[in-house]
């Protein structure tokens, strides 16, 4: 499948359409979200990489033409004006890592208006998806109060490309590890992982288990203990462990059950069979509400191994995003449907301490105290910087969430900052809705 015919129906109508009717002025979009999702007290620019990516490479083939033809059930030269459309426009962008509120542009392209209207579903398919789940995984990081957390999420995403991206955004928000091999080699993220319940079944016993893991692995090692019996596993992993002098960096993982009372009595076995220095893994269906419930009861887990839920962005899959057309040809425009209403003209953010941001025009100055959000990151279709680390996107984040309010920072309810207005755009959004309404009334004769 090519990544250009990767996209609505729509979009392939109305980019033919333009260009029939040479309408190829500039035209400016603006990707934002408009409400956050339920639970959510921020959320996490991510999937801009990935999106530049796509942009770069971004051409219209005769395979496409064919493909786009073929789906009308059209003759592939209705469809040649497409043939050789590439992205050659502008787009500024929130950094990956950066938090994010409702109603500010992740990202705005400027380009020809066939360009920047093709390219539309993918871009949106990009950063929601992503956005999504690094927000999810960024809660599991507070919940987890500066305990480990490694991503063990591939087994249960949307499929094996997801479960790259998710195991990236993990390690972009602060996680530990990832128990995705590719992932760990492709982005040089610490894999991790121990064995599952099937290799304990595989032999006579779970010390047979135990000894021929650690013959195969030599080092530190961790046992999954509750196959069985939790507590009998917790012994003969212990017994396993003193018998081969094996301690330090090893551990045991728990995966079902009260994982709280079990820790405890695990930890006072270990400590008991003189393992202090064995660490204790959790795991099992866990994501941010119950890693934040497991570290307020003080259960002695170390490590926090999260997989489906956060993967998923579970309990909020997807983000109700737009990517809508604000200035076309130098001219501003709206849309005012009920509910749906957006505010004209390329913008800005303008950052001020504890995220207290004022959305305005791009033209505009930053007040003072505050820093611009959106930063133009492709310029004539080419990058304008050499590709970003996980790295520096992880200091941004870090960044950001110290600022962050102790109200929008909370697992339970969490209340999410509120971006002001600037007059600037409050007032150019009043004139353009008058306009706009004022040709409408003349239409209808009034």
Not at 177 to 201: D, F, L, Q
Not at 271 to 291: H, K, M, R, T
Not at 409 to 436: C, D, F, G, K, N
């Amino acid at each position: 499948m090519s990544e250009v015919t990767a996209t609505d129906l729509y979009e392939v109508t109305m980019t033919l359409s333009y260009l029939r009717e040479d309408m190829r002025a500039p035209a400016t979009f603006s990707l934002f979200v408009r409400d956050l999702p339920p639970g959510r007290g921020f959320l996490v620019a991510a999937g801009l990489e990935p999106a530049l990516d796509y942009l770069s490479r971004f051409r219209v083939g005769s395979s496409d033409v064919e493909e786009f033809a073929e789906t009308l059930r059209r003759p592939v030269e209705d469809l040649e004006p497409l043939r050789g459309l590439s992205f050659d426009g502008q787009v500024r962008a929130v950094s990956e890592g950066r938090l994010v509120l409702a109603g500010e542009p992740l990202l705005e392209v400027t380009a020809p208006l066939p360009q920047a209207q093709l390219v539309e579903t993918y871009l949106l398919s990009l950063l929601c998806h992503q956005t999504a789940v690094a927000s999810k995984a960024a809660r599991c990081v507070l919940a987890a109060a500066g305990r480990p957390l490694v991503d063990f999420s591939l087994r249960r995403t949307h499929g094996p490309e997801a479960g790259m991206r998710a195991a990236r955004l993990c390690a972009l928000v602060g996680f530990a590890g990832t128990s995705n091999v590719a992932a760990a080699n492709r982005y040089g993220i610490p894999a991790a992982g121990t064995m599952a319940h099937s290799y304990i079944e595989a032999f006579a016993s779970e010390e047979q288990a135990f000894r021929a893991f650690a013959r195969a692995h030599p080092g530190p090692v961790t046992f999954l203990v509750d196959t069985f019996d939790t507590g009998r596993g917790v012994a003969t992993a212990a017994r396993v462990l003193r018998d081969l002098g094996l301690g330090p960096g090893c551990g045991i993982r728990l995966d079902s059950g009260d994982l709280g009372a079990l820790a405890h009595r695990a930890r006072a076995a270990l400590d008991e069979a003189g393992l202090g220095d064995v660490q204790i893994i959790g795991s099992g269906g866990l994501d941010e509400y119950g890693v934040d419930r497991l570290v307020r009861e003080g259960a002695p887990i170390d490590v926090f191994a999260v997989g489906t839920k956060v993967g998923t962005a579970a309990d909020a899959p997807y983000l109700d995003a737009a990517y809508k057309l604000v200035e076309y040809d130098g001219r501003p425009v709206m849309k005012l449907s009920s509910a749906k209403v957006t505010a004209p003209a390329p913008k800005q953010v303008f950052r001020g301490p504890g995220l207290r941001d004022v959305i305005g025009l791009m033209n505009e100055e930053s007040p003072e105290g505050t820093e611009p959000l959106l930063r133009t990151v492709m310029r004539g279709g080419l990058r304008t910087e050499p590709p970003d680390t996980l790295a520096a996107a992880r200091a941004r984040f870090e960044t950001d969430v110290a600022a962050l309010p102790e109200e929008a920072r909370s697992i339970e309810q969490p209340v999410p900052p509120l971006p002001a207005v600037s007059a600037r755009l409050a007032a150019l959004t009043a004139v353009v809705r008058h306009r706009i309404q004022a040709r409408a009334w003349e239409g209808d004769g009034r």
